[in-house]
């Protein structure tokens, strides 16, 4: 019989008592820098309770923080904000938007944004992925210059490999291309795919969710949402779309065909700001700045009214958040919310209940198919605290919903990468593209109208009638809300 030896137990108590050290430090670090007081809560109970499980899942997601990323609107880094400052200087001649006096709310936003509404442009709706990626490809085709592209999820599939060749024709050209990706969203990129592109010259580089020279390595909870196409600083392209065979209708998973998701292109002035969020991720993880379009373009003759809004993490504010909730409280009429995920917050939550006790037309759409199982248990927890108030849920039902728009009153519309939940407001980096144009505002009504026709409305009942246990695996995923 194999003999224990006498000092393994104090061997096992010493180095759990060093565990239970570390946790109670991460605990504390976590009260410290949380941004909620229910995720200091949360994460300070759960180390100090299992700190043999909390500790290592603390190490991966525990930051709230992307401390250290420059910003070139924030931070004062000499090379940014130089370029920053630059392009600001320019924009007088870009056509500054300018408003009338029922339109001042709309400083806020540009306080926000820390730039300014960008008259000058014109703009047109991708409706699904054939129409996203035909433009895009196209745009790519016809630079001259330049083209920086960016998205979260980069597939080594058919449309991945398409991409690909666009960008290898493009270089072989004379254009410069940069190719920016994120390392959790492509974490199944390889070599294989990459080594083309950077023997034909493209420069790719991967986005990494932990400060540069500095912080921990290993950490994933931050991650680069933000899906950009710019091409020689005059055309630029943002929205849902993710490059994958499922994102233009051939999923392997028959739940999520057809795939329904909405992409913007912009012309004009615009452009300045949307190229300008690029350049920021691309020297956080580089130190370099490309040579890019800094001069007035000029404006278009439908003259769209446009605010870029890239928000993230190294944001002093929670800039998502509370994009949202001026959105929401801002609303008297009507406020249409599209996203394929509904974990908010409990300052969202409040201003959605708040609009509907106004007698605003309050209705969010949501996709009618999960595929992430945990934020599709958790939303249903949210639904019962809305659908008593008269806020109005619509399940969408032919395939997977993945779009994220919102529509107020009939002034302002929205297009971007930011979902309704916790992950965007806080831990990802986005962009949300805000429009106050007629046109734009009109289209995007008559796309949400045309999408409403193809939901079904939920009831408070449907949720009330199901069994305890899947109650409580709702109310139980809820506590999962912070990293969702």
């Known amino acids: 019989m194999l003999e224990i030896p006498s000092y393994l137990p104090l061997l096992v108590a010493g180095l759990y008592l060093l565990i239970e050290l570390a946790a109670i430090a991460a605990a504390i670090e976590a009260i410290m820098r949380a941004r909620t007081p229910q995720g200091a809560i949360a994460w300070s109970l759960f180390l100090v309770m299992f700190p043999l499980v909390a500790l290592p899942a603390y190490l991966f997601l525990g930051d709230r923080k992307f401390s250290g990323y420059v910003d070139a609107r924030r931070s004062g880094d000499a090379p940014l904000q130089l370029l920053a400052r630059e392009i600001n200087e320019r924009l007088p001649a870009a056509l500054h938007a300018e408003f009338g006096a029922g339109e001042s709310a709309h400083s806020v936003l540009t306080r926000l944004a820390r730039l300014p509404f960008f008259g000058g442009n014109r703009s047109r709706l991708l409706i699904n992925g054939e129409a996203t990626f035909d433009a895009i490809f196209n745009a790519i ?23 690909r060749q666009k960008l290898i024709e493009a270089s072989s050209r004379g254009v410069r291309v940069y190719f920016l990706y994120d390392r959790v969203g492509s974490n199944s990129l390889n070599d294989a795919y990459l080594q083309p592109l950077q023997q034909a010259g493209v420069e790719a580089e991967v986005f990494r969710g932990s ?98 809004l890239p928000t993230g993490p190294a944001d002093v504010l929670d800039t998502c958040g509370l994009l949202f909730t001026e959105l929401i409280h801002s609303a008297r009429r009507r406020l249409w919310i599209v ?73 302002i519309t929205g297009i971007g990468t930011a979902n309704l939940d916790n992950r965007s407001f806080r831990l990802n980096f986005e962009i949300t593209l805000l429009f106050v144009d007629r046109q734009c505002v009109e289209d995007v009504e008559m796309m949400l109208e045309a999408d409403f026709s193809h939901c079904r409305e939920m009831s408070l009942d449907e949720i009330q009638k199901r069994g305890f246990w899947f109650r409580l695996a709702t109310r139980i995923a809820r506590l999962f809300a912070p990293v969702l």
Not at 389 to 409: E, M, P, S, T, W
Request: overall charge negative; aromatic content about 10%.
């Open 339 to 411: 996203s394929p995920y509904f974990v908010p917050d409990d300052a969202v939550v409040s201003a959605l209940q708040l609009a509907a006790l106004r007698g605003v037309d309050v209705r969010i759409m949501l996709p009618e198919r999960a595929d992430k199982l945990l934020v599709y248990l958790a939303k249903f927890s949210y639904l019962e605290e809305a659908l008593p108030l008269g806020i109005r849920v619509f399940c969408y039902q032919q395939g997977f919903l993945h779009q994220k728009a919102i529509l107020v009153d009939d002034g």
């Open 141 to 163: 085709d016809e630079a001259t210059d330049y083209a920086l592209v960016q998205f979260y999820i980069v597939r080594n599939d058919t449309l991945g490999r398409q991409l």
């Open 211 to 308: 400060s540069r020279g500095s912080g921990h390595p290993f950490r994933v909870n931050f991650r680069n949402h933000r899906k950009i196409v710019v091409v020689d600083g005059h055309t630029a392209f943002v929205g849902g779309h993710n490059v994958g065979d499922e994102y233009v209708g051939k999923s392997s998973d028959p739940s999520l065909r057809p795939w329904r998701d909405t992409h913007v292109e912009v012309c004009g002035p615009a452009v300045l700001g949307i190229q300008l969020a690029f350049i920021e991720d691309w020297y956080w993880m580089t130190g370099q700045i490309p040579p890019i379009r800094t001069e007035p373009i000029p404006a278009e003759a439908a003259d769209q009214r446009i605010l870029v």
